[in-house]
């Protein structure tokens, strides 16, 4: 069984988690965890902290010589955005805490909940976790354990096929053309009609 845990905040120095469970002998490449990272940055939508961060994994333990050890991965993602909230963010006792103070939580996010939950009364304290930054090293764990599924031939594609009123048309392809004409793709759409409207619709 596959167990991992993260750990870290949005402007903290990085973001880290730790997966437990993997057989020993797994060949595993930062370079396939970064492609992963780097279609999670891609796409409509990506807000000016893309512009700063640009991810990849380092592996602190677990992998040695390209294979996993079968003792637990620690995988680390950096922030870059760390060097402009270092004296707010620091866990040491002269952290500027009065600055950047957050008191008004946003509507559909886990800041109410963690207010109450924690007691805080900097929503910070709760919304650096909660915060869509902290994806990175999931998606970095998720891509530890989609190499896994592949190493016993299981292929997990994923694309959009419907976007409001517009639908795609289905495509009988091979998993390494569908996967090839995705990438293409700003949208992750297989349609070539669809696909070449991505900048227009």
């Given at each position: 069984?596959?167990?991992?845990?993260?750990?870290?905040?949005?402007?903290?120095?990085?973001?880290?988690?730790?997966?437990?469970?993997?057989?020993?002998?797994?060949?595993?490449?930062?370079?396939?965890i970064?492609?992963?990272?780097?279609?999670?940055?891609?796409?409509?939508?990506?807000?000016?902290r893309?512009?700063?961060?640009?991810?990849?994994?380092?592996?602190?333990?677990?992998?040695r010589?390209?294979?996993?050890?079968?003792?637990?991965?620690?995988?680390?993602?950096?922030?870059?955005?760390?060097?402009?909230?270092?004296e707010?963010?620091?866990?040491?006792a002269?952290?500027?805490?009065?600055?950047?103070?957050?008191?008004?939580?946003?509507?559909?996010?886990?800041?109410?909940?963690?207010?109450?939950?924690?007691?805080?009364?900097?929503?910070?304290?709760?919304?650096?976790?909660?915060?869509?930054r902290?994806?990175?090293?999931?998606?970095?764990?998720?891509?530890?354990?989609r190499?896994?599924?592949?190493?016993?031939?299981?292929?997990?594609?994923?694309?959009?096929?419907?976007?409001?009123?517009?639908?795609?048309?289905?495509?009988?392809?091979g998993?390494?053309?569908?996967?090839?004409?995705?990438?293409?793709?700003?949208?992750?759409?297989?349609?070539?009609?669809?696909?070449?409207?991505?900048?227009?619709?």
């Amino acid at each position: 069984m596959l167990r991992y845990l993260t750990a870290g905040e949005s402007h903290g120095p990085a973001l880290t988690a730790i997966v437990e469970g993997l057989p020993a002998g797994l060949p595993l490449a930062a370079a396939y965890i970064n492609r992963q990272l780097a279609r999670r940055q891609g796409g409509y939508g990506r807000g000016a902290r893309m512009k700063i961060e640009s991810d990849t994994v380092r592996f602190l333990s677990g992998v040695r010589g390209g294979l996993t050890l079968g003792s637990p991965l620690t995988l680390l993602v950096e922030n870059k955005d760390w060097a402009n909230w270092s004296e707010i963010m620091s866990p040491e006792a002269d952290a500027k805490i009065d600055q950047r103070v957050i008191r008004r939580p946003r509507p559909g996010h886990a800041d109410l909940a963690g207010l109450i939950k924690y007691r805080h009364q900097d929503i910070r304290n709760v919304l650096e976790r909660s915060s869509a930054r902290e994806t990175a090293v999931r998606v970095a764990a998720g891509s530890v354990a989609r190499r896994l599924l592949q190493e016993l031939g299981i292929t997990i594609i994923g694309q959009v096929i419907q976007l409001g009123g517009l639908s795609a048309a289905p495509e009988k392809l091979g998993p390494e053309e569908l996967e090839a004409r995705l990438d293409r793709s700003r949208l992750n759409c297989a349609d070539g009609g669809r696909a070449a409207d991505d900048g227009n619709n």
